[in-house]
DNA sequence: ACAAAGTCTATTAAAACAATAGGATAAGTC
DNA sequence: GACTTATCCTATTGTTTTAATAGACTTTGT
């Protein structure tokens, strides 16, 4: 399950998406709009800061912007920096590889197996995805939305 | 992330799946089998017979056993039952869909759309895997295993 | 100097997870 | 029908994670 953090990231990046190249955005402007609680997102930009996702510049005219373009930040970068690997087992994980203390045989683990195919069918989708293609897809739906009502 | 409960759980229905037509198989026997705390997997199997995956039988001579064929039980069934919906939002979930309090447009949010592609990923992976499948494929890979050893 | 912004550390409340404990109930055995 | 063996059921506990809040600190532009 997705966490709430990452849930919220995932729209603030797709704001700071929209915004790119036109500087820097606030805190609270990103908060308010996705209704996001303002301390809370604080704490979660900051982390993205600090991972190299975002720059922020402070003081007066300052706030947060994408430290890359948004066609190379991945969702799947994203989710792994908040809430940890894709994997379903650490047994699984390629970036947190973790043996399984009471595996005796991870070469014959059925579940290992199974959790292995789901492990790489999310990596394949997340870290394909990325914030320019969300964009494109909100645009696509946003388009088709208006098609279907004009059509009515 | 899998929980202990239900990777305990798939573990003692492959121990089940086994000696499926043998007759009940002690808790005990699987508990220590498969180094799982004994009261622990007593509450584990005890839901899975409440939901109809295992029946019982109490008293000398009792024990647990599969409620239907391992062809017949497949791991997304098991992972839901204990761990809740396969998607990584509720506003994806087919079993438990539950609107998101916040979303303005559930048609344009394009996290959902990417985290529609993973639950659809998974469910397929999950959902058509069975216990019997997770034998033959252990079967597998203990005959690979030996024949690897072998040619050394 | 002042105001506007992000930065940093600590704390807290609530929920979920993992496990333990102990008596209740049912079924077979003698 | 007493005894033993096993599951059944409810409650409780400790730990970790999640979500959020609070407040003081630092930097920057005017």
């Known amino acids: ?5 990452t849930k919220y990231a995932l729209k603030a990046l797709i704001v700071l998406a929209k ?36 720059q922020s510049k402070k003081g007066k ?7 890359h373009p948004p066609a190379q930040i991945s969702v799947g970068h994203v989710v792994r920096v908040l809430d940890g690997p894709l994997a379903p087992l650490p047994c699984v994980s390629k970036t947190a590889y973790m043996r399984c203390r009471e595996c005796r045989d991870e070469r014959t683990c059925a579940i290992r197996m199974v959790m292995k195919e789901v492990r790489e069918a999310t990596a394949q989708i997340l870290d394909s995805t990325s914030l320019a293609d969300m964009l494109r897809r909100i645009e696509l739906a946003v388009n088709g939305k208006e098609a279907l009502s004009f059509s009515i």
Do not use: H, T
């Not at 399950?1 to 953090?5: A, G, N, R």
């Not at 308010?32 to 704490?43: A, N, T, V």
């Not at 005219?61 to 430290?67: I, T």
């Open 61 to 67: 005219g300052g706030g947060y912007f994408l430290g």
């Open 19 to 54: 915004e790119y190249g036109q500087g820097p955005v606030l805190i609270s402007d990103i908060a308010q709009r996705e209704e996001i609680p303002r301390k809370f997102l604080e704490l979660i930009l900051l982390e993205l800061k600090n991972q190299g996702i975002l």
């Open 1 to 5: 399950m997705l966490s709430k953090k």
